[in-house]
């Protein structure tokens, strides 16, 4: 089994920041005002992590008026999740045929 996670989606996992406006966008979607408020982080380096997080396909955009909110899509989440339970999965396995085979 070859690990199908989109390299652009590990990528936005990595930063502890981007996990920081995930977890804030699981609650409710918000702006960047609201983003920057809730993370302390500056305006433009907040805009460029929504940028990679939008690309990585793991937030929505909705303009409202002259606002645009950003809000977490969960399937996206759930994939990436369930890709990783199943290389857990198959390595659970691997682990306990091992162990058969070497006693």
């Known amino acids: 089994m070859v690990m199908s996670v989109d390299s652009d989606v590990l990528k936005a996992l990595a ?3 981007r996990i920081q406006i995930l977890t ?4 409710e979607a918000l ?3 609201h983003l920057v408020e809730e993370t302390g982080a500056r305006q433009t380096n907040l805009s460029n992590h929504l940028k ?3 690309d990585a396909g793991l937030v929505d955009t909705e303009p409202c008026g002259r606002f645009t909110y950003y809000s977490l899509r969960p399937d996206a989440l759930e994939a990436v999740a369930a890709e990783f339970a199943e290389l ?3 390595a659970r396995e691997a682990a306990a045929e091992n162990r058969k085979r070497s006693c």
């Open 52 to 54: 990679i997080l939008r």
């Open 31 to 33: 702006c960047t005002t």
């Open 15 to 17: 930063d502890p920041l």
């Open 88 to 90: 857990a999965a198959t």
């Open 24 to 27: 804030l966008l699981a609650q």
